[in-house]
């Protein structure tokens, strides 16, 4: 099997796909377990880490060994139902998560300058992140997301480091401040890192000219730096949380929590401290948001090229990747509008608990088939972590489903 090989001139497609995975829900579930179980659940962090990793390497693995994408090899050896079940999921996915993105990127200038709306500053990240994509090629919006990611690692480390020898670290706070949840560590297991993005990671390299097996191990190393970067940055916010008395503060407050956090580090640190954090917290949610504009609508391109069976798909400059640039665009100022409202949040658990099994379940079955060269197939490693992962998310999908569907019969 090719091996890892790490070059400073391959790290592209890692880079935004780092930017886009690390956002806000990262923060919010790193804070939480920080605060509830303080540096116990480091492992569980890990273990997703290499989930994702085992995940996104095998759509990569599957891609250079065959010339296609994964979504065209669910189209070839997948019954056509399949296809159309994805994009019905993809859509409201696109929906859920640009409007959670938009909105969560708001809350740092609202909090800064409290007299322009909420609404108004998601109005204005959402056209910016479509007129960036838009207008903007590979090469350049490549320049700015490289701009974001030292944006939001610096600010992060740069908070990591002013109270490590500011006010200095409190290591009594390590521990579990309360029963250890086995629900919540499988949610920080499946939440870490991105979800339906990470099938953008295809389409990235495809920009960036790479293909053919020759390019796998540098895939690999691109891969190792990104996921390394996912799991630097949630270790310090895990860390920071650690370090702050949350006694009397609320920890379901979703994005808003980490406002809180950023209060609380100025009390420790000061004012300084608590705006190099809030950098760092916009950086991470409008970094999100560029990173799901640019590399979602490739998604949409292709599936709509291989239904049509048209020779191939258009790319950023053709009519179906902006048709759902726009798409994000518009479903973000449309929920900015309902104010997220209650079945907005049910839809977005929902779809986020299903995506994981079938991708995971469809790299089992093509990465171990005769479709795939006998050297590029799944190692049995690899075939450990991903149905280990197909049985976790499963049950994730069925702690997330199982009591509304009770509910509901229940009435």
């Known amino acids: 099997m090719p091996p890892f090989r790490i070059k400073f001139s391959d790290l592209g497609p890692g880079l935004l796909l780092a930017a886009t995975g690390i956002g806000v829900g990262d923060m919010v579930s790193s804070t939480i377990a920080g605060a509830s179980y303080g540096l116990t659940l480091v492992w569980a962090l890990a273990a997703g880490v290499i989930v994702k990793l085992a995940i996104t390497e095998g759509g990569a693995r599957w891609q250079l060994a065959t010339g296609s994408t994964l979504v065209e090899g669910w189209r070839n050896h997948l019954p056509a139902a399949v296809l159309l079940a994805f994009f019905a999921y993809f859509v409201i996915w696109s929906y859920a998560v640009s409007s959670a993105l938009v909105a969560a990127s708001a809350l740092v200038p609202s909090a800064v300058f409290p007299q322009v709306p909420l609404w108004a500053w998601g109005l204005l990240h959402a056209i910016a992140a479509f007129a960036m994509v838009y207008f903007g090629?590979?090469?350049?919006?490549?320049?700015?997301?490289?701009?974001?990611?030292?944006?939001?690692?610096?600010?992060?480390?740069?908070?990591?480091?002013?109270?490590?020898?500011?006010s200095g670290a409190d290591w009594s706070r390590a521990g579990a401040s309360q029963p250890l949840s086995t629900a919540y560590i499988l949610s920080l297991i499946g939440g870490v890192g991105g979800t339906v993005t990470l099938l953008s990671y295809g389409?990235?390299?495809?920009?960036?000219?790479?293909?053919?097996?020759?390019?796998?191990?540098?895939?690999?190393?691109?891969?190792?730096?990104?996921?390394?970067?996912?799991?630097?940055?949630?270790?310090?916010?895990?860390?920071?949380?650690?370090?702050?008395?949350?006694?009397?503060?609320?920890?379901?407050?979703?994005?808003?929590?980490?406002?809180?956090?950023?209060?609380?580090?100025?009390?420790?640190?000061?004012?300084?401290?608590?705006?190099?954090?809030l950098f760092g917290f916009w950086g991470a949610a409008f970094s999100s948001v560029l990173g799901v504009w640019h590399g979602v609508p490739f998604l949409f391109d292709d599936w709509l090229h291989l239904w049509r069976r048209t020779a191939k798909a258009g790319g950023q400059q053709g009519g179906p990747y902006r048709t759902w640039a726009a798409y994000l665009?518009?479903?973000?100022?449309?929920?900015?509008?309902?104010?997220?409202?209650?079945?907005?949040?049910?839809?977005?658990?929902?779809?986020?608990?299903?995506?994981?099994?079938?991708?995971?379940?469809?790299?089992?079955?093509l990465n171990n088939s005769r479709h795939l060269p006998q050297r590029f197939r799944n190692s049995i490693a690899v075939n450990i972590v991903l149905a280990s992962?197909?049985?976790?998310?499963?049950?994730?999908a069925y702690d997330a489903l199982a009591p509304r569907v009770l509910a509901a019969f229940s009435r």
């Open 137 to 166: 090629r590979y090469e350049k919006f490549l320049a700015v997301i490289k701009w974001f990611v030292g944006l939001k690692f610096g600010a992060i480390m740069a908070t990591v480091f002013l109270i490590l020898f500011w």
């Open 203 to 277: 389409y990235w390299m495809r920009e960036e000219g790479w293909s053919g097996a020759e390019r796998l191990p540098s895939a690999r190393g691109d891969l190792l730096v990104s996921f390394s970067l996912v799991m630097i940055f949630c270790l310090s916010m895990i860390f920071l949380s650690t370090q702050i008395n949350w006694q009397g503060q609320i920890l379901d407050e979703g994005p808003r929590l980490c406002l809180l956090l950023a209060d609380r580090i100025g009390a420790e640190i000061g004012s300084v401290g608590r705006a190099v954090f």
């Open 329 to 365: 665009t518009l479903a973000a100022i449309s929920a900015l509008v309902v104010k997220r409202s209650v079945w907005l949040v049910f839809v977005y658990t929902v779809v986020g608990s299903l995506f994981f099994p079938f991708v995971i379940s469809t790299l089992l079955w």
């Open 389 to 396: 992962a197909l049985l976790l998310f499963a049950y994730l």
